[in-house]
């Protein structure tokens, strides 16, 4: 599943076809995806301009400006396993755009491939968006800006890793007597937002933290390591363009390369690249996902 790097990407991939346009057409081609599409969904978006874009955790957010007719809301997006944005922009932009992104965004399967999967189209002056997604694992809804924090989906996240809530002081407090290993409690959304599996053993693995160790037991030096560990590897992950796991592709159809620069995930039973360490890389299964570490220098 697309982890908050991959979000990130398709998020900024997105935003020059969206923001600061009217959705001048909107077509859902089936009910559902992995729940039911909300009632009216196309008919909501159709004719609504895109305040922003944004990501909050593994989600993307399209903010609606409000008309006469209707509130601000705001179009929740999840990727789901095998979710994927296909854009193709227009040559020419809309009122008032000074924008030039003819080009940037195309992807590599051409100029009006279709396929059965495609089960959201919308259309703006800047272009067509495509949301593919063969195994419909992804999720969409509206919902009312003023009350975004509210939603079921979005409710008891904990703060953006990027962010200034996010900080040791935070994560001493909800690791506190945590007997529960440290890999599945940075796995709890409501601990930190958007941290999936690949960047846990990353950050781990940067820190010289066993995944199975006992998250309550970290003294405040390794918290404060970890946070900025944490940090480093997603920023560097955004930086890279995400990374290409399964049906993974950013907004331009071009692969991530982060995975080139993993330095254990996926890598089981090769030497570990920390300097002057001898260990080789490990794999274990913690509830239910593959955790990948040096035991000789991850303590």
Known sequence: MPELPEVETVCRGVAPLLEGFEIRDAEARRPDLRWPLPKRFAARLKGRRVETVRRRSKYILADLKATKSALAETWII???MSGRFIVTPSSV???GSQRNITGEFVHSTGAGSESPHDHVVVQTDAGRLVYNDPRRFGAMDLWP???LGSHRLLASIG???LGNGFHADHLGERLHNKTASIKSVLLDQKVVAGLGNIY??????????DPRRAAGGLSRARLERLVAAIREVLSEAIEAGG????DYRQADGDLGYFQHSFAVYGREDA???RQNCHGEVRRIVQTGRSSFYCPVCQT
């Open 243 to 246: 990374s290409t796991l399964r």
């Open 159 to 161: 703060p953006e890793p």
């Open 271 to 273: 030497p570990c690249p």
């Open 200 to 209: 846990v053993c990353e950050a781990l693995h940067r820190t010289g933290v």
């Open 93 to 95: 932009g809309g009122e």
């Open 78 to 80: 999840h990727l789901g």
């Open 145 to 147: 800006t003023s009350d």
